[in-house]
């Protein structure tokens, strides 16, 4: 089963210490993402339509919104330090031009250099220490992983790279499902309430967002059930209750495809830094 070994919250976005035997489903991000191995038998990351294997000398990068899914090897399993970033975070503690943390590329080679942050930040996280200032090394860690993957590389402008949603019916979709988390009626009713029917709603979406209307209503589920989990006292049966789910087994099914682990076993470990 997996389990969660570490999991630390703060401005900077959240970073977490998994040891994996189940796949995690095709979901995405709002953050900048990065997956380094630190032990136990190789993984593959599919980004979009390309898949390739991560083991300790590689690591991968997705951008915010990348489409992606996690597949560990058929026996063992595989211990992972995963990295959600905040872009803006990232834009106001580096001075990059680039406020959406694109990656130029998403397998990325470890280096000494990355290795040896790698294993700190590590190190720290799995101390017993309340106090975890880890800011500085995510800082390190993450602009090196930011500068490796553009080597040999044109970076697009930052207006290039910023993702804007442009059409009305797209925004009102995405704010109709941050506004009916719980009793929502069904993306083929969302179209319709749009004023689209589904095919061409599910093709403008894709286009506008980079994800389809699927992946982006379970990020924001999933988003909202760890921001309860983390913040508030409720159980995990009323978190599944307030999200819609028929049942707490059902919640808890959906909340390790997307996020890898259970619930329960996520709240046990979460903390703020």
Not at 8 to 16: L, N, P, Q, V
Request: net charge neutral; proline share 3%.
């Amino acid at each position: 089963m997996s389990t969660a070994l570490a999991v630390s919250h703060g401005y900077f976005g959240r970073a977490a210490i998994y040891d994996l035997n189940r796949p995690i489903t095709t979901h995405a991000h709002r953050e900048g993402h990065l997956i380094f191995m630190v032990g136990g038998n190789h993984a593959t990351v599919t980004i979009g339509s390309r898949s390739f294997e991560c083991d300790e000398t590689f690591a991968a990068a997705i951008s915010p919104w990348a489409q992606h899914s996690f597949e560990p090897a058929s026996e063992g399993s595989t211990q992972c330090l995963v990295l959600y970033i905040r872009p803006m975070w990232f834009l106001e503690n580096t001075g990059s031009s680039d406020y959406a943390l694109s990656f130029g590329r998403a397998r990325l080679q470890m280096t000494d250099t990355l290795k040896d942050m790698l294993n700190r930040l590590v190190r720290l996280m799995m101390s017993d220490s309340l106090d975890l200032n880890v800011e500085d090394l995510l800082i390190d860690l993450t602009s090196q992983c930011y500068e490796a993957s553009w080597v040999e590389r044109t970076r697009p402008c930052n207006l290039q790279a910023h993702r804007s949603f442009s059409d009305f019916r797209v925004r009102r979709s995405q704010q109709l499902m941050k506004n009916y988390l719980c009793d929502h009626n069904g993306l083929d009713a969302l179209a319709s309430e749009v004023g689209l029917s589904r095919p061409h709603f599910f093709k403008l979406f894709k286009r506008q967002t980079g994800v389809t209307p699927n992946v982006y209503f379970n990020t924001l589920r999933s988003e909202r059930a760890i921001d309860d989990l983390l913040s508030t006292n409720k159980s995990v049966t009323d978190i599944a209750h307030d999200l819609g789910f028929a049942s707490q087994a059902s919640f808890t099914r959906f909340f390790s495809l997307n996020v890898g682990i259970s619930p329960t076993d996520y709240r046990r470990v979460a903390r703020i830094s």
